[in-house]
């Protein structure tokens, strides 16, 4: 998706189509980049001369993504089946709360991490996303429920989609600019939570890179032992390594890290094992975020019951980790953590 020609206007920052658009008046670009964030198609680009939409229609799509399909959850959840351009599909899901309302956007069609519990991965990576497909799906669902640029209906941004977010890092942390430029949608990055299941390398560099979102870490075990039986990742990156990246990414940013851990039953789920984490944990500025995981129907893996979740809740409070219990939403639309995945038009299956 590297080719100018495939990218839309999503893709382009306020500058950018200053430049190409350095011919005409100043001030027509502005009239692009507003049209552009308000998710508007050439035809709706009414104030616009048709030479300069001739020109941009040649070079660029209008639309990133296209809002396929429509599931609606008993708790207001919606989930999304985004339709880009190439005919791929990815997921996403908006999770209303009392304090705003969050999009949880995909980063890549598919995911090549291969861990145990995710729907995400099963068929593995097709392609990155760009910058603007990622963008798209924030200002089409903005749009579907009546915001502006001014007055927002998406207050908070999760990347925990399909993808692994710091594996497509080159076009995710230019959507970060994009997503939080001033004159855009302008959402802060204090808003923004970005997911991985530990890239050291990558997590370090966006540390060093300015955009301080919140960083979660999906460790899901306490050694790695079990880490490795469930997220080939750790064969490369192992915990400590992780932790110590985590570790350098608060130091530069004052950003608290969040802990994912998905409680799996028979595979990390004990007592034991919430004091092992407590001791990799303890003295570093961290919060868990426990997951009774969520039935993938391609996994053989389980959550686990009520008392289960509160002694191991109960072990890490003991041993002085903060710690809460993730509210799981969209379930019954098959859009909870873990449950996102990509799909193919008219592939057999496909909604």
Known sequence: MSDEKKLSLQDLSEKKIAEI????????????????????????????????????AERYDDIAVRIQKV????????KYLFLLRDGNMIEGVFMPHGYGNTICI???????????????????LVRNLTAGEMLGQVLA????????????????????GSGEPLDNYEEVTEFLRLVSAENGINIS????????????DKI???????????????????????????MPVDKKYRIAEVLDAARYYFAKTGRRVVIEYSLIDGVNSKVRDAKKLSGLL?????????INLNKVKERKLNGVDKRTVEAFMAALTEGGISNTLRRSMGNDIGGACGQLRRKYVGEEGTY
């Open 141 to 160: 669902v903005n749009a579907r429920h009546g915001g502006t640029l001014k007055k927002r209906a998406i207050t908070n941004i999760v990347l925990m």
């Open 204 to 230: 370090k560099e966006l540390a060093d890179s300015g955009l301080s979102v919140t960083l979660t870490v999906s460790l899901h075990a306490p050694t790695d032992e079990i880490r490795e039986r469930i």
């Open 106 to 124: 995909s980063t890549q069609v598919g995911c090549r991490m291969g861990c145990a519990f995710c729907a995400s991965t099963l068929n593995g």
């Open 21 to 56: 658009l350095s011919g005409y008046p100043s001030f027509r670009a502005q009239q692009v980049y507003l049209a552009a964030m308000q998710y508007k198609e050439y035809s709706q680009m009414t104030n616009l001369p048709k030479d300069i939409i001739a020109f941009l």
């Open 282 to 290: 303890r003295g570093f500025s961290c919060h868990v975020n426990l």
């Open 71 to 78: 599931f609606e959850g008993k708790d207001g959840t919606e």
């Open 189 to 200: 990055l204090r808003n923004i939570s970005l997911s991985t299941c530990g890239l050291v």
